[in-house]
């Protein structure tokens, strides 16, 4: 879902990239999802055309994998990667291996021509995913060509793997050792672009999708610090990620902002500083942060949490109020699947969906910021902001209109079968009868 409003500048629940088979659901792309990316939307890469960019994502693309859903048919110029996860590995027979494509044909399989151990984790994936991006600056650089690069290695999701130079360097197990190949990487990105020259006209922005997956446990995940639970919910833990900007020369090196920001205003941010006008057509949810970049300037603006079709929580200013509360069911939690390891909170990080629209729980997050203590609803305090919030809730839910959900319906015959290339390398495989369901989104 953040993949899609990164770059689209606008809300799942605008977009469409949600479900609403079930209530409060997260939804994305596996294997057997049938949809994608709407084609009424209308991605970054295609409006940073009108100024002559070359756009590449490298890494995973998480928008569909079906051929109308990939990223060429979407604005990018050239791909190298993935459309899905590199979960694995699989026999091909019940469920085929994830392709890895150079622009629009594969070129091979995640755990066949492109190795992940997953006893060791070694790979060299992020290597390779660094040669391209490398490669690609390189050639932009040389014709003179403005371009975005979009770089999205994916070696910090489960199962982790780094190549054998990091593995077992870092105190932090296999994990550790992947975000020392991912921060090795990014220093090299960063280092070509000065070799090069072009580092005074290049915006480089590092985050992330969500906020730690602390259910994969410590040896197949981050931290989120003081920050309640993890990704899949939204709470904190789920919901902060890192935001690091360069540009030397435009943004004043070891400054630090207090601006609110979400990955949808990374799309505004660049239609601004590519001299583009964003649609004009539809709501763009995404702010222009150059003026918090280049003047450190503040920002006045709401935060929306949604978990599928339900707005959960808002957050204005250091205050942050839940309209519904669920980390995910007793169903799961009692397999062993915990969104909120060692942090449960009664009331809060509940088991069952639990409305609050009455009374929403508030909390101040400067001073609480793993969500622990409510504000007593007795209070002026709470009184004021709930009428703050009430108002910009009211405002946000009455201009609203819903896109159609792309991510209802399953079917075992769209997956990654035979893919586009599949038949230069001789790697088609026989698809089963099609059969399409309603996906079962369980959190």
Request: charged share 20%; hydrophobic share 35%; aromatic share 12%.
């Amino acid at each position: 879902m953040t993949r899609a409003a990164l770059l689209t500048g606008r809300l799942p629940v605008r977009n469409g990239f949600y479900t609403t088979n079930a209530h409060a659901r997260n939804a994305y792309t596996p294997q057997e999802i049938v949809g994608g990316i709407s084609p009424d939307e209308i991605l970054l890469p295609e409006l940073l055309k009108k100024k002559d960019y070359v756009s590449k994502i490298i890494g995973k693309w998480h928008l569909g994998h079906r051929t109308q859903y990939l990223p060429l048919k979407h604005g990018f110029d050239e791909w190298f990667g993935s459309p899905n996860c590199h979960f694995g590995p699989y026999n091909n027979s019940v469920c085929p291996n994830i392709p890895v494509y150079n622009n629009s044909e594969m070129k091979g399989r995640y755990y066949e021509e492109f190795e992940i151990n997953v006893k060791t984790g070694e790979s060299n994936l992020t290597q390779i995913y660094l040669k391209a991006s490398l490669d690609f600056i390189s050639q932009q650089a040389v014709a003179q060509r403005p371009f975005f690069l979009y770089w999205a290695p994916d070696a910090t999701h489960a199962p982790v793997y780094a190549s054998k130079r990091f593995l077992g360097k870092s105190q932090r197990g296999r994990y550790g050792d992947a975000m020392m190949e991912l921060d090795d990487s990014i220093g090299q990105i960063l280092a070509h672009l000065v070799s090069l020259g072009i580092h005074n006209k290049t915006l480089v922005f590092f985050t992330s999708d969500n906020g730690a997956a602390v259910m994969s446990g410590p040896l197949q995940s981050g931290s989120n610090g003081p920050f309640l639970c993890g990704k899949e919910t939204t709470f904190e833990g789920g919901m902060r990620e890192p935001a690091i900007a360069w540009w030397p020369g435009r943004i004043p090196a070891g400054t630090v902002s207090y601006q609110l920001g979400s990955v949808m205003d990374l799309f505004t941010t660049s239609l601004s500083v590519a001299g583009v006008l964003p649609p004009d057509d539809r709501v763009i949810d995404g702010l222009d942060l150059s003026p918090v970049l280049f003047n450190n300037s503040l920002l006045d603006r709401p935060i929306f949490y949604y978990r599928g079709n339900q707005l959960m929580a808002v957050r204005i200013g250091q205050y942050k109020a839940h309209y519904w509360t669920w980390s995910n069911s007793w169903e799961e939690f009692n397999k062993g699947i915990n969104f909120c390891p060692g942090q449960e909170v009664p009331g809060v990080t509940t088991h069952t969906q639990e409305e609050h629209t009455m009374q929403p729980l508030i909390f101040h997050l400067g001073q609480d910021p793993g969500e622990r203590y409510p504000i007593s609803v007795e209070s002026k305090e709470y009184r004021d902001v709930l009428r703050r919030v009430t108002a910009v809730v009211e405002q946000h839910q009455k201009d609203l209109i819903p896109g159609m959900p792309q991510l209802n319906m399953c079917d075992l015959a769209v997956m990654n079968w035979s893919p586009p290339g599949c038949e230069q390398l001789g790697k088609c495989l026989k698809a089963p009868e099609s059969n399409p369901w309603k996906c079962d989104w369980p959190h």
